[in-house]
């Protein structure tokens, strides 16, 4: 193994009148000869006495490999080399998952997730950017809303495991730009003004005690790039390896934020912008993320609605992979138009609520909160955006680098929302591009993959600097007619069908053509 953090037990010499070397002197020689550059700090030599005399010399040292040098975190009496752990994090502004590691063998012991605390000061990034503009204490309340969320994970893995924190020398982070602005507590407002810099991109380690992280070593936040493009995008591409590869791969995790790079071992290119809460089911007001009740999956049979809920409960509203399905299928059997426009009489399902044309997707009898549930037009045409912005994403950078949908050779969909997406109805209504089935990958959280991956392999901190440093990014901002090409794509598929020729196939097979 070749973990971010070490521990070797060490059977030194009592002090006598041969050798009279200090007790770090001591400890420090015997390091070197396994480790390059060692630093052992203030705190460590305070423990030393009584302890290393008390334990007669014989006593387990924890180091962990930061960029430059080895540095020791802990020194405990006895043999405790059975017991090194470390915590990978994938830092969301919805959900937070955390991995508890056996740094020794690489099991994963056990993999918890909650609700970011940060969602008490607004569903939206920007909220919170504004709520903590120009006041520390509010920046520390949602410093302290990240600290606490992570201690609640910790506790809940201790409470399952019997793994306690003081057994815990490393954590690996990967999160968005704003994300990690306020896990460390420093202020994201440069992330949203112009010209929209951050304050940091690189943070490398930082004593976990710090930023109140309770744990006994160093947290390692993944590098940035830009504002909308953080560290959760480079952790995931460390995972996947396109930087490495000599075919083009293109990587996209559409979430809060929308981030797509693509690439190859020679150059990486990227674009990013803020996407919202259309797929986490914030547009509806019945959407909900992906929790037990939420429909996840929905098909149109006999013109009638099926559907399946998470966990099998009963229906409470529509999550993001449910909406996708609701639209591609709504799509195929004509209860909707090109443009995304409900058509009256299609389908028993279709009513009108307030006004304005809906689909009814459950019934009130059907529903666990005894609401009909439903789908607006008002709906559809927010989520129409979000899914152009996708598309237009892709095309919009391919034709920066110059290349055609025929020169990519693998296509990543990224994210909790790319696991539980099926991607038929993804290309079905434009969302992503219409490639061969065989260059689509769903790699799942690649971003809590890839910190797993460095936290177990410490060679690849060259790799995450590598990729950071080689990312030429490309701000919307001055995008050539961006919002031209996004109204070309707010149509189902898109206005200019020959991009979608096995969307057009099922049209003709269906006579919707």
């Known amino acids: 193994m070749n973990a971010l953090s070490e521990k070797i037990f060490l059977k030194l010499e009592m002090p006598n009148n041969e050798n009279r070397k200090s007790d770090r002197d001591k400890i420090f020689k015997a390091l070197k000869e396994k480790y390059d550059n060692v630093t052992i700090p203030y705190n460590i030599i305070k423990k030393l006495y009584p302890m290393c005399r008390e334990a007669n010399f014989e006593i387990t040292v924890t180091l962990v490999k930061r960029d430059y040098d080895w540095v020791v975190t802990d020194v405990e ?85 019997g793994v306690i924190s003081e057994d815990i020398s490393i954590m690996t982070v990967a999160g968005n730009t704003t994300m990690i602005h306020f896990l460390l507590d420093i202020d994201p407002w440069t992330i949203f003004q112009t010209p929209y810099t951050p304050v ?34 480079v952790s995931g591409m460390l995972y996947t390896e396109i930087h490495k590869r000599q075919d083009i791969s293109a990587f996209i995790d559409i979430g809060t934020n929308g981030e797509l790079v693509m690439g190859n071992e020679d150059f990486l290119v990227a674009v990013a912008g803020a996407a ?12 909900m993320r992906a929790r037990k009740g939420a429909i996840d999956t929905i098909k149109i049979i006999d013109n009638k609605i099926k559907y399946t809920t998470i966990e099998d409960g009963k229906p409470l509203g529509i999550c993001g992979s449910g909406i996708v399905d609701l639209l591609a299928e709504m799509f195929l059997n004509g209860w909707v138009d090109f443009s995304g426009v409900i058509k009256k009489g299609a389908s028993e399902n279709i009513i009108e609520v307030d006004g304005q044309l809906a689909v009814e997707y459950a ?11 439903i789908f607006t037009q008002s709906d559809i045409n927010q989520f129409l955006k979000t899914k152009s912005a996708a598309h237009t994403m892709v095309a919009f950078l391919l034709e920066e680098v110059g290349l055609t949908l025929d020169d990519l050779d693998d296509f990543y969909v990224a994210g909790a929302f790319g696991t539980h997406l099926d991607v038929e109805a993804a290309i079905t ?41 080689r990312i030429h990014y490309i701000g919307l901002e001055d995008a050539k007619d961006f919002i031209g090409k996004m109204r070309a794509a707010s149509f189902l598929p898109h206005t200019d069908l020959d991009n979608y020729p096995t969307v057009k196939a099922k049209l003709i097979e269906r006579g919707i053509l």
């Open 77 to 161: 009496p006895g043999d405790t080399t059975s017991k090194n752990y470390g915590l990978c994090v994938d830092l969301g502004s919805t959900t937070v998952i955390m991995r508890l590691v056996d740094l020794a063998t690489g099991d994963i012991i056990s993999e918890e997730s909650v609700f970011n605390k940060q969602i008490a000061f607004g569903e939206d990034i920007l909220n919170r950017i504004f709520y903590t503009r120009n006041s520390k204490e509010k920046l520390h309340e949602i410093h302290k809303a990240t600290t606490d969320t992570f201690k609640e994970l910790i506790d809940i893995i201790e409470e399952k495991t």
């Open 200 to 233: 940091f991109n690189q943070t490398s380690f930082i004593k976990a005690e710090e930023i109140d992280i309770p744990i006994k070593g160093y947290v390692y936040c993944f590098p940035s790039v830009a504002n909308y493009f953080g560290g959760d995008i």
């Open 276 to 287: 919202g809460p259309a797929l986490e089911g914030g547009l509806s007001k019945f959407g």
């Open 363 to 373: 019934t009130k009898e059907e529903s666990g909160n005894d609401q009909s549930l």
């Open 429 to 469: 209504i434009g969302m992503y591009p219409d490639l061969e089935r065989s260059k689509m990958h769903c790699p799942g959280n690649a971003s809590l993959k890839g910190a797993y991956k460095l936290l177990m392999n410490r060679n690849l901190l060259a790799d995450v600097d590598d990729i950071a440093e």
